[in-house]
């Protein structure tokens, strides 16, 4: 059990919480990557950067002024999108598959850290679980992704194409 | 014996301003069982949140500390006092003057009020107490604690209200007495079911002061305590919590509303309990105590009367209960019903509460304030702010938990069962039938059909009427057109540097002599936008809360609204209401022309009369008009009438039976609506705003339909409301409703008293005559040379122009400076300076009223020059709101003179560290961007911005196109992405938890000062006295004139006050405190010339801030566009071509300080003072200048700040020795023994340690030292691994770096790693 407020601007650096967190929970994180298994209102408010995973239930206004990094919520109840803040995040589910092996990766070390018996349990039934997540990512953050996605692919090709075996 | 209170006001201090935060907590056996071991643990947990409280001065003496606890029956028959069967008779601790005779007076008054009630005095008893264990200052207010029991053969509740009754009328009797010590006198408690010990002590100290407390016999099942933290180190045994009822950590921000709204209420109360004894109890609200001994009269009152504990407090502090609130439809029903008998006591609040059998806790809808349960396999319940307070092993705990906003949690120890909130709410919500009431009895503005619609257009009378209510050009195009165009307020930047309304000499509206305040330290702003759901306008009209003893449907015969302004065709709706509870009065706000003064102040008097004739005929609502306005009547300001039907209908106690509407063509910015509100009325229709907006619709200055443009406009004007309370840390309108959260700035004591009753105002001004005067220009203008053609006056408040007011940096001052910093010439520089001294003597500026008193020495004797740049600094301007060039080139300059630059909210290059270019200050703001443990560690100064002078009380936002790759890098963000920066500091909700990041500061870098800045309002010298006892070294006070990179345009004009404000009132709240000498006092705020730095060191202060000055001297031409990223000298902007236009020099800025600090010297000589030091607080060298003045500073008086408190003459009255806090026992100096390996040759290390939470902010001390010799790099992953069993204090792994791994098992407080760096 967490007090109230915890990780306010973090940059970078990794914790794992076995046990519920309180109100404001990764408040403007900022590049904190950080597991959680239920929050309080206000989690990830004003957060910028980072990963934040909450494996059970969370506050009231979730992802309120969320503008960067990405959240994974374990909704089991299926009401998820009520207590989100809707206002600049979009939610989907977790897909991609950069996106599950993160996810899973980020289980996985609770589960070394704290031997959680959650992360435990939703390890072993994953394929039962994964559809319950729920990605959380600003509208804006996804954008300016794509854009240094396509800017790496776009290099790489351009190393490809500089590559000496290629040169003539 | 010193008086038991507050001083009394004088000088700038006023007492209403004092605030105080806490721990709390409690412990319970949930069967009821009652042993000597639960007060024991109650005590414990009070000693464990010690760090939360603070002492005085003296360092011995608490803020107060206290326990509650059931009457301990078994006790007072080991004592064998003749006591009846437990619940027959009643007792309290009674604290009396401790001269013998008074003392024995009130014994007398009480008994006798104990005989008139009924019931027979058994006996007087001496407490034991040992006077030796409390510091000085309590002692020289300590008094004479005596217990008085009583009996009488009655059941127990009417015993108890029986008790009530004489306690309420002794209290009466003897603070309406003529003896001298009668604020001694006090009963903690008067019951038979609880008993209350408390005083001014330090956690530790109650016990031993208390000797009772020690007794084996002395049993309870439940025991309540309380720690304060408060503001002041004034005496006040009374104020030590816990209260009757409560023990609350919090602060209660709409506490004047409440007070004024229960006052009013008491001519319609009727109780079936009371009957008619109900006026024996009045005041409910005892004068002159503090927001948490308010609320705990009403709560003991509205119990006592017969509402249940939970009840009482579900209506007091409603959980928030709009859409996206998942709280069931009727308990939803439940808050509505009860929104219209009684407004929210708003703020954070964190409230534990007991009558004797029920045990509880709640929390505010916002929940700012912690509090952790823990429930044990035998059925103890602990309570506190914090988690450890109280230690079980694993085995034993049962269940955790922590209170959730809004909820509560309630313990019953007679059936010993633990109440959920869901239980207790579901019963509450089934009382009545409140969704029935509801959709029975209330209207809802939108359902209300319409009869007829009313057009905007007003038509020829556009043209006069504009004129009348002063429209300017600037208002037309820039206020209302931006307003109605995009749904905003406008954004604007730089500072406010034109007069105060009372010291121009053009005619103003009345609003302007009014400014907003807001929340500083002792409690948060709200983030209005991200918060929405804690967030309402709701409103009601109507006969509110009639008798709010009882339930009827009719108590909700009300008009729901949900927005508070409303249309002219809305306005119509109500006008047209036929039901006889929605029946209303129009009373005209106008006055005669031809009548002078005279006949000005009879129209005046004549509407008050009328105001209370609508109410004696049973009117339901009344409706102010200025609508016929024409050449021969006149309007009065809208806001003087509202405020003085308002309070006139208070004093008659006929207020809470009518409400007030405002239909005036006089408002049309967010603050004037905002005044209207906060001085009572419940809407308002400002129909000019509306022709107004119709007319550029017409005119195609707007190209939207007007449809569209009105509702932009309401909605601009909605948002900017919920700013406005927001930034108070007030969530509803409801409650913000005659809250009166203004000062006033230049308006008569005569008008303050009667109308604005409770408003700080300092310096006098204007009353009728004035008014009638400015409303005659304004009428005279529109109707004595009458012209078709409408215009609109150019007036100049928001930009320089050429016939328009005063601006202090205008053309020939920004000139002149210029051009003496870049040629090096003293003599341009002594024409600059002989301007802007002349022009402050217009005058503009407070410190132009002002002159010092001469004894000229030799100017050889004086201190060096460099002496006195050394108290220079640069204001906090972020590298993103200027650029690299400006930036650079002033920590540059101030690097070479021995100033101090600032690097503002944004990090800085570690590159810069250890260079020329390194900027000593370091700032720590709400967004903590770039706030890495190697950024503390290189500053001398680490500065918390707790807020703005342009816009304090709201955060900012830096949009993601301004955020490129190196501004990204420096703030760790990614670039293109939008930063946010909340209004508050989310780890600072009371200062408490400042000095707890003061405390994490002082840990990361030892070796660096703690500044705080704060900005001037009335208040700001309690909340320095606060700040000084949580150990800041430095506190900076920035006037409302300070700079802004870009802010809303009505803030940078209407929160905040002018910086000789804020200085003067800090300076004499320290010394009265005995709190100056621990801390340096710095001001900022429109500072240009050696004679403003003299002046403002008189008034207090020993450093000095300049930032437009500095950016002027850089090439800074005032165009108003650095929130554009515009700016054409290359100074506030980001773009690369315009940078290359900055030909700034940092020798510029070492010039202009050379300059200021020769001049300096040229007055030290002429004052005859050698050394700065001796200058600093000396306003008896300061006069008033009588010769400076205008038509409307008749009674323009500053003797309030020239007042120097008699505690001067004891104490120091500028800084004489360091603030520190000892770090010797912080475990981080055993982490860096055991670690030392690992630090210095990258050895790894594994540590174990157990901890409490006493221990904070542990690993913070460790990883600065790593940062000091690794810089941001740290060292390599899991270097040093150390694992922690317990419970950790606050802060735990603050601002750990890379390399450090920390494994906590077991629980942690709040804070837990903050600012971690890698």
Redesign the interface.
């Known amino acids: ?13 990794e ?1 794992y919480i076995q046990g519920v967190a ?3 929970f990764c ?2 994180n ?3 990557k950080a597991v959680v298994e239920g929050s ?3 989690c990830c ?2 957060m ?2 980072g990963r934040t995973v909450v494996l059970g239930t969370t ?3 979730f992802a ?2 969320m ?2 990094g990405i959240a994974y919520v374990l909704d089991e109840v299926g009401d998820f999108e ?2 989100c ?1 809707t ?1 600049l995040v979009e939610l989907g589910p977790v897909e991609d598959k950069a996106d599950i092996s993160e996810l899973q990766e980020l289980i996985g070390k609770h589960l070394l ?1 704290t031997q959680s018996p959650l992360a435990n349990k939703l390890l072993t039934n994953w394929e039962e679980f994964l559809p319950k997540f729920v990605k959380v990512i ?1 509208l ?2 996804k ?2 992704l794509n ?1 240094m996605k396509l800017k790496e692919v776009k290099r790489k090709l351009e190393l490809a194409e500089d590559a000496p075996d290629r040169r003539e | 014996m010193e008086s038991n209170s507050f001083p009394k006001a004088q000088g700038l201090y006023d007492p209403k301003n004092e605030h105080d935060a806490c721990g709390i907590g409690f412990v319970a056996h949930i069967k009821g069982h009652k042993s000597h071991d639960i007060i024991e643990r109650g005590l414990t947990v009070l000693v464990n949140m010690d760090h939360r409280g603070a002492t005085s001065s003296d360092n011995k003496t608490g803020d107060g500390a206290g326990i509650l606890m059931q009457l301990p029956h078994d006790f007072y028959l080991s004592l064998k006092i003749a006591v009846p069967e437990a619940g027959k008779y009643g007792t309290g601790l009674v604290f009396l003057p401790e001269d013998k005779k008074e003392a024995d007076h009130c014994a007398e008054i009480l008994n006798k009020f104990v005989a008139a009630e009924g019931l027979q005095l058994i006996s007087w008893r001496d407490v034991p107490v040992d006077s030796s264990v409390i510091g000085e200052i309590a002692k020289r207010s300590e008094p004479l604690i005596r217990q008085i029991f009583v009996k009488g053969d009655y059941e127990q509740d009417i015993l108890e209200r029986k008790l009530f009754l004489a306690r309420k009328q002794a209290e009466r009797s003897i603070r309406e007495s003529n003896l001298t010590q009668k604020d001694a006198f006090c009963l903690p408690s008067f019951s038979s079911k609880t008993l209350i010990y408390k005083g001014m002590f330090t956690p530790d100290q109650l016990r031993d002061y208390f000797k009772d407390l020690t007794n084996p016999a002395m049993t309870s099942a439940i025991a309540l305590v309380h720690s304060r933290f408060s503001t002041n180190t004034f005496p006040t045994w009374s104020l030590a919590q816990p209260f009757r009822m409560i023990a609350h950590n919090g602060e209660i921000n709409t506490i004047k509303g409440n007070r004024q709204w229960m006052h009013a209420r008491e001519s319609l109360l009727e109780s079936d309990l009371f009957g008619s004894e109900i006026e024996k109890i009045f005041p409910i609200i005892e004068p002159g105590k503090s927001d948490s001994a308010s609320f705990d009269n009403t709560l003991e009152f509205l119990h006592l009367a017969g509402r249940s504990m939970p009840h009482s407090i579900c209506m007091m502090i409603p959980e928030s209960f709009n859409e996206k609130n998942p709280i069931p439809e009727d308990l939803k029903a439940f808050y509505e019903y009860h929104s219209t008998i009684m407004e929210p006591w708003d703020g954070p609040a964190s409230m534990v509460f007991s009558d004797g059998r029920y045990i509880g806790g709640t929390l505010d809808r916002s929940g700012l304030r912690p509090s952790r349960y823990v429930i044990t396999k035998n059925d103890l319940i602990v309570m506190g702010s914090e988690v450890g307070v109280q230690v079980f092993k694993a085995d034993e705990i049962k269940e955790k938990g922590r209170l959730r906003p809004g909820k509560l949690l309630l313990v019953d120890t007679e059936r010993g069962i633990i109440i959920p909130d869901q239980e207790v709410k579901a019963e509450l919500s089934q009382r009545n039938p409140y969704g029935d009431w509801l959709k029975e009895n209330r209207l809802e503005l939108e359902k209300i059909s319409v009869r007829q619609r009313v057009s905007s257009n007003i038509g020829d009378l556009f043209g006069p009427y504009s004129k009348v209510f002063g429209y300017s050009k600037e208002e037309m195009m820039i206020v209302i057109k931006e307003m109605a165009e995009t749904a905003q307020e406008p954004t604007s930047s730089m500072g406010n540097d034109t007069p105060l309304a009372v010291l121009s000499d053009k005619p103003k509206r009345f609003f302007s002599y009014f400014r907003q305040l807001f929340a500083q330290v002792t409690n948060p702003p709200i983030d209005p936008i991200r918060e929405g759901l804690v967030m309402s306008l709701t409103h009601y009209i109507g006969s509110v809360s009639s008798n709010i003893l009882e339930e009827t449907p009719n108590h909700c015969s009300l008009i729901k609204f949900d927005s508070p302004i409303i249309t002219n065709t809305d306005l119509g709706k109500i006008k047209d209401l036929k039901h006889e509870s929605f029946t209303h009065a129009i009373i005209p706000m106008l006055f005669p022309v031809n009548g002078g003064a005279a006949g000005f102040k009879k129209a005046f008097d004549a509407m008050l009369v009328e105001a209370e004739k609508a109410v004696d005929e049973n009117k339901n609502f009344i409706i102010l008009s200025d609508r016929n306005v024409d050449e021969n009547m006149a309007p009065i300001p809208s806001l003087l009438s509202v405020a003085a039907v308002h309070h006139h209908l208070i004093k008659s106690k006929k207020r809470m039976q009518i409400g007030i509407i405002v239909e005036s063509a006089e408002p049309r910015e967010i603050m004037h609506f905002a005044l209207l509100f906060g001085y009572g009325a419940s809407v308002v229709n400002p129909y000019l705003a509306f022709a107004a907006i119709d007319y550029l619709v017409n005119e195609e200055e707007i190209k939207l339909p007007y449809a569209e443009a009105r509702k932009n406009y309401i909605k601009s004007i909605d948002k900017g409301l919920l700013k406005v309370i927001s930034k108070m840390g007030i969530s509803t309108l409801q409650s913000y409703h005659g809250a009166e959260l203004f000062e006033a700035v230049g308006v008569s004591d005569e008008l303050i008293d009667n109308y604005f009753k409770g408003t700080p105002s300092r310096i006098g001004g204007v009353s009728y005559e004035e008014i009638f005067k400015e409303a005659m220009i304004f009428h005279d203008d529109a109707y004595k040379n009458p012209t078709k053609k409408v215009s609109f006056s150019t007036v100049g408040e928001y930009h320089y122009r050429n016939q328009g007011e005063f601006h202090a940096w205008n053309p020939q001052s920004v000139g002149l400076l210029q051009w003496a910093t870049k040629s090096d010439d003293y003599q341009t520089y002594k024409k600059f300076s002989k301007l802007v001294d002349d022009q402050n003597a217009q005058p503009a500026f407070i410190r132009g009223i002002l002159k010092w008193k001469h004894n000229p020495i030799p100017i050889e004797e004086v201190e060096p020059a460099e002496n006195i740049m050394k108290r220079f600094v640069t204001g906090a301007m972020s590298y993103g709101s200027i650029s690299k060039e400006a930036h650079e080139a002033i920590a540059v300059a101030m690097n070479i003179i021995g100033g101090r630059s600032n690097t503002g909210e944004g990090g800085e290059d570690a590159g810069r560290f250890g260079t020329d270019r390194n900027s000593k200050i370091k700032q720590i703001a709400s967004g903590r961007f770039g706030v890495t443990n190697n950024y503390l560690i290189n500053a001398q100064e680490l500065q918390i911005k707790i807020a703005q002078g342009a816009k304090p009380g709201e955060g900012g936002q830096l949009p993601g196109f301004k955020i490129n790759k190196i501004i990204a890098k420096l703030r760790h963000s990614t670039p293109g992405i939008t930063l946010i920066s909340p209004p508050p500091h989310h780890d600072i909700y009371s200062i408490e938890d400042l000095a707890q990041l003061i405390f994490d500061l002082k840990n990361v870098n030892p070796d660096a000062k703690v500044s705080v800045k704060l900005v001037a309002e009335s208040g700001v010298g309690t909340i320095a006295a606060g700040v000084a006892k949580g150990f800041s070294d430095i506190i900076i006070v920035s006037g409302c004139e300070g700079g802004t990179g870009a802010s809303p345009a009505s803030s940078i004009k209407h929160a905040g006050l002018p910086a000789e404000f804020g200085i003067a009132e800090t300076q004499q709240t320290l010394v009265m405190n005995n709190l100056r000498g621990r801390v340096k006092l710095q001001v900022d705020g429109q500072l240009k010339t050696g004679r403003d730095v003299v002046i403002m060191g008189m008034l207090g202060a020993e450093e000095f801030g300049f930032a437009t000055g500095a950016l002027i001297s850089l090439g800074c031409i005032m165009m108003r566009k650095c929130h554009l990223n515009t700016c054409p000298a290359g100074i506030a902007t980001q773009n690369k071509e315009l940078r290359k236009r900055f030909l700034g020099r940092s020798q510029f800025v070492i010039n202009y300080f050379t300059f200021i600090s020769q001049e300096i010297r040229e007055y030290m000589a002429e004052i005859g003072v050698r050394n700065f030091d001796d200058l600093v607080g000396r306003v008896d060298l300061l006069e008033q200048n009588h010769e400076v003045t205008n038509w409307k500073m008749k009674n323009v008086d500053l003797s309030k700040f020239l007042n120097l408190p008699k505690e001067a003459k004891l104490y120091p009255i500028r800084n004489t020795h360091p603030n520190t806090k000892n770090l010797d026992d912080v475990i981080d100096k055993t982490l860096i023994k055991e670690a030392n390996k690992a630090i210095k040759s990258g050895e790894k290390v594994w540590l174990s340690h157990s901890i409490h939470n006493a221990m904070r902010t542990v690993g913070a001390m460790l990883s600065g030292q790593i940062s000091k010799r690794y810089g941001e790099e740290g060292l390599p992953k899991d270097t040093i691994n150390c694992t922690f069993t317990g419970t950790a204090g606050q802060s735990f792994g603050a601002f750990l770096v890379k390399g450090v791994s920390f494994k906590l098992e077991g629980d942690s407080n709040d804070y837990l790693g903050k600012g971690l760096s890698r």
Do not use: C, W
């Not at chain 1, 059990?1 to 650096?13: A, D, K, N, W, Y």
């Open positions: 059990m967490i007090q109230t407020i915890t990780l306010e601007r973090v940059f970078r650096g914790v309180g109100e404001r408040v403007r900022s590049g904190a309080g209102d206000h408010e004003y910028t950067g506050g009231r206004n309120a002024g503008s960067g009520y207590y803040n206002g850290y600003p804006e953050y954008k300016v854009e």
